[in-house]
């Protein structure tokens, strides 16, 4: 079984504020940096840290190479990403004294796929495989219904969530990887039990989990409900969190080990990448987390 991202990647713009900046306000930062990101690419790293077979296919200007480069110290197979006439994906990150984010994104080469681009990168792809996506890509309807014809399991995170998300043909999807926000959002419901009693009705054959910030984290499979608490560890950027837990949980979940434990694993090394500056940069590794 092997991982294919099909997904954005970004170079972070990282400026560390007091307090996110308000309207009509100039403020100064303490501190800036450039690092590699984007929810594709930084969920890559994650499945390949946690010890995953995975395969990432983004697009980039010649000013990302340095990014690709980097996912491949990590396993990444990045044979597939496409180098083109184009800019890198940009994202301009304020982190404030708490913690919290707030991110501002320009897609460059991420939302310039083709369409006999997509479907080249999926024709290497089996019954079996995982493609694993994010909404900071174009084409995603037609991504998720040529990997479903191919018998592939479709993950799907919709972050950042917008208006396109509820278009897309979910009913295809095997797993949703939301927040509380997007849960809501995708359901109209609030509280956790009937975000997950919602999803259960709606797409009564996907597994969920759904993390809910310092309230912790749930998987449903199969119908079956599993609850893990956070771990309380210091934070220092929020950046990248659910990227990591993503790539935790499905790299211990399908690896066969069960909801409980996987959720425990991605609890566990999103604790450690909060605790971290930077998004890709902060994900550990898999010895770190064990
Ligand atoms: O999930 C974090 C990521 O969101 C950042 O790395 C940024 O690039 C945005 O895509």
Request: proline share 2%.
């Given at each position: 079984?092997?991982?294919?991202?099909?997904?954005?990647?970004?170079?972070?713009?990282?400026?560390?504020?007091?307090?996110?900046?308000?309207?009509?306000?100039?403020?100064?930062?303490?501190?800036?940096?450039?690092?590699?990101?984007?929810?594709?690419?930084?969920?890559?790293?994650s499945?390949?840290?946690?010890?995953?077979?995975?395969?990432?296919?983004?697009?980039?200007?010649?000013?990302?190479?340095?990014?690709?480069?980097?996912?491949?110290?990590?396993?990444?197979?990045?044979?597939?990403?496409i180098?083109?006439?184009?800019?890198?994906?940009?994202?301009?990150?304020?982190?404030?004294?708490?913690?919290?984010?707030?991110?501002?994104?320009?897609?460059?080469?991420n939302?310039?796929?083709?369409?006999?681009?997509?479907?080249?990168?999926?024709?290497?792809?089996?019954?079996?495989?995982?493609?694993?996506?994010?909404?900071?890509?174009?084409?995603?309807?037609?991504?998720?219904?040529?990997?479903?014809?191919?018998g592939?399991?479709?993950?799907?995170?919709?972050?950042?969530?917008?208006?396109?998300i509820?278009?897309?043909?979910?009913?295809?999807?095997?797993?949703?990887?939301?927040?509380?926000?997007?849960?809501?959002?995708?359901?109209?419901?609030?509280?956790f039990?009937?975000?997950?009693?919602?999803?259960?009705?709606?797409?009564?054959?996907?597994?969920?989990?759904?993390?809910c910030?310092?309230?912790?984290?749930?998987?449903?499979?199969?119908?079956?409900?599993?609850y893990?608490?956070?771990?309380?560890?210091?934070?220092?950027?929020?950046?990248?969190?659910?990227?990591?837990?993503?790539?935790?949980?499905?790299?211990?979940?399908?690896?066969?080990?069960?909801?409980?434990?996987?959720?425990?694993?991605?609890?566990?090394?999103?604790?450690?990448?909060?605790?971290?500056?930077?998004?890709?940069?902060?994900?550990?590794?898999?010895?770190?987390?064990?």
């Amino acid at each position: 079984m092997r991982f294919l991202v099909l997904g954005s990647m970004n170079i972070d713009n990282t400026f560390s504020v007091e307090h996110i900046v308000r309207e009509g306000e100039t403020i100064s930062s303490h501190g800036m940096s450039r690092s590699a990101g984007g929810k594709g690419a930084n969920q890559s790293a994650s499945l390949a840290k946690a010890g995953a077979n995975v395969c990432f296919a983004g697009k980039c200007g010649s000013d990302g190479r340095w990014i690709l480069d980097l996912l491949k110290t990590y396993g990444v197979d990045v044979s597939l990403s496409i180098v083109g006439e184009c800019n890198t994906g940009m994202a301009m990150i304020q982190v404030d004294d708490k913690g919290q984010n707030s991110i501002v994104l320009d897609a460059g080469g991420n939302r310039l796929w083709q369409e006999d681009e997509v479907k080249t990168i999926l024709s290497s792809f089996n019954e079996g495989d995982v493609i694993v996506l994010q909404n900071e890509i174009n084409l995603l309807p037609l991504i998720i219904e040529e990997a479903k014809r191919r018998g592939m399991i479709v993950v799907l995170n919709p972050s950042p969530f917008d208006n396109a998300i509820s278009s897309l043909p979910l009913d295809s999807v095997d797993w949703f990887f939301v927040n509380e926000i997007e849960g809501k959002a995708l359901t109209g419901e609030d509280g956790f039990d009937e975000i997950l009693n919602a999803f259960k009705k709606l797409y009564p054959g996907a597994s969920i989990v759904l993390t809910c910030g310092k309230k912790g984290a749930y998987a449903m499979v199969g119908g079956d409900i599993c609850y893990q608490e956070i771990i309380d560890y210091p934070v220092v950027d929020t950046t990248g969190a659910g990227d990591t837990f993503l790539g935790f949980f499905l790299s211990s979940f399908l690896r066969g080990e069960s909801a409980e434990k996987s959720l425990l694993t991605a609890t566990k090394a999103s604790a450690i990448a909060v605790s971290r500056k930077g998004a890709m940069r902060a994900i550990p590794l898999k010895t770190e987390v064990l």
